[in-house]
């Protein structure tokens, strides 16, 4: 049998070093997760939210670009429960280039309570982002506006594929009043 060489001092050997690495990992993942299901800035999420009634499909009228929906046409999100009590999250678009459909099916759990438009949202694993109900339509459930975890993330969902332009409007007025860059939004393609 080998001996283990010696350590020069001052070095962090093996079983001295992965305590600390596992400590340091650990807390850059909870900062992380914390980080991404974060309230952005002078966004507040509805209240007397009815889960209910924001079930079913809702279409994306408009969308601050990302990689993951580039490029995308005809995207709708459609929205079930699932048996843990969550929210089984379906988001589906189009891709001309690639003549294809693509899917993306996620869950959704609120993330104080059942009656606040603020659930946090997973596609990959463990890993979740905010997702913030800042508008909605209280009687009809007919539009709503939706942030992710910081301004970069942006939403305007209809039940329609074409949405009114006084409510459209409307929406991105009170989305540039929070801090958003209105001016980056992308219309999508419904037809």
């Not at 280039?97 to 463990?126: C, I, M």
Request: charged share 25%.
């Amino acid at each position: 049998a080998h001996e283990p060489l010696p350590e020069r001092e001052g070095s962090i050997g093996p079983q001295q070093d992965r305590p600390a690495t596992m400590k340091y990992l650990a807390l850059a993942l909870l900062l992380c997760l914390l980080g991404c299901t974060g309230l952005p800035e002078n966004v507040t999420p509805v209240g007397d939210f009815r889960l209910e009634k924001y079930l079913g499909t809702w279409y994306e009228i408009a969308r601050l670009d990302h990689s993951f929906e580039r490029g995308l046409t005809r995207v709708t999100a459609d929205y079930s429960l699932r048996d843990d009590g969550g929210v089984r999250v379906l988001n589906r678009g189009y891709s001309a280039r690639d003549s294809a459909w693509k899917e993306a099916e996620g869950k959704a759990y609120f993330v104080n309570r059942s009656d606040q438009g603020y659930l946090k949202v997973s596609f990959f694993g463990p890993f979740y982002g905010s997702y913030v109900v800042l508008a909605l339509d209280h009687e009809g459930y007919q539009y709503s506006l939706v942030s992710g975890p910081d301004k970069s993330y942006l939403w305007i969902l209809s039940r329609r594929p074409k949405l009114d332009k006084a409510v459209l409007e409307a929406l991105i007025a009170k989305a540039a009043t929070a801090g958003f860059d209105t001016s980056k939004l992308i219309f999508v393609d419904q037809d």
